[in-house]
């Protein structure tokens, strides 16, 4: 089976630009969640989606939101892009009621200048 | 809200040696997952150890281990005969439990750098 595939890998931006990520989850799996990596804050919780609908939200401003297509896949896009949205962002999907099983892709590391 | 500490930023190893990462965790939950996840220089996330809290029994993982003590909310993680591939960002997480709003999202600590040397 295929694991969970980002794309793409890296993305520059500028400041005030909007960007799209992509994550394709595992066959069969039908949650994925959002991460944003940053050497200040970690690793943070953005956003889960289940079946096309958003089920948690992280503590993020609404110029960070995501979507869910009937096959899973999942989006997530970044308007007015700031310095400090460079990071690391991660995406991992798991089966329904197995949360507790969340396998993670290789992310999209994104540079804001 | 559920907070995961690890005290250690940066823990060293010898080739062969066992070293102990530490972790705690704060939570008004009585059922939850814990996890140690390894991420490498080339920073792809992989599961090292998940232990359930409703299990007493300590999980194992060949050379992986924990020491799990839920009264103190202690999860710590014991790497024996280190090899150099264990060299690697280690984090601990919690997941919140099911039927809660947050189920599915995990919470990490800040991570530990750890280092194997020859």
């Known amino acids: 089976k295929a694991g969970v595939t980002q794309t793409p890998r890296y993305l520059i931006k500028t400041r005030g630009q909007q960007v799209t990520l992509s994550c394709s989850p595992i066959?069969?799996?039908?949650?994925v969640s959002w991460y944003q990596q940053t050497p200040g804050q970690g690793l943070q919780f953005l956003f889960e989606?289940?079946?096309?609908?958003?089920?948690n939200k992280g503590n993020f401003p609404g110029r960070f939101s995501g979507r869910q297509f009937s096959n899973s896949r999942s989006e997530m896009n970044v308007s007015t892009l700031e310095l400090g949205d460079s990071a690391l962002y991660l995406c991992?999907?798991?089966?329904?009621?197995?949360?507790?099983?969340?396998?993670f892709g290789p992310g999209t590391r994104l540079t804001v200048t | 809200a559920q907070t995961v500490t690890q005290s250690q930023p940066e823990m060293s190893v010898q080739e062969a040696e066992t070293v102990t990462l530490s972790c705690t965790y704060d939570t008004s939950e009585n059922n939850y997952y814990l996890f140690w996840y390894k991420q490498p220089p080339s920073r792809q996330m992989i599961l090292v150890i998940r232990q359930e809290a409703y299990k007493q029994q300590n999980a194992t993982e060949n050379r992986f281990s924990v020491n799990f003590q839920k009264a103190a909310k202690s999860f710590s993680l014991k790497i024996s005969d280190s090899q150099l591939g264990d060299t690697a960002m280690y984090f601990c997480?919690?997941?919140?439990?099911?039927?809660?709003?947050?189920?599915?999202?995990?919470?990490f600590g800040q991570g530990t750098i750890l280092t194997v040397h020859p």
């Open positions: 997480a919690f997941l919140h439990p099911p039927g809660g709003t947050s189920y599915g999202k995990l919470t």
């Open positions: 989606y289940f079946s096309e609908t958003q089920r």
């Open positions: 991992a999907s798991s089966q329904r009621d197995r949360e507790y099983e969340q396998y």
């Open positions: 066959s069969g799996h039908r949650s």
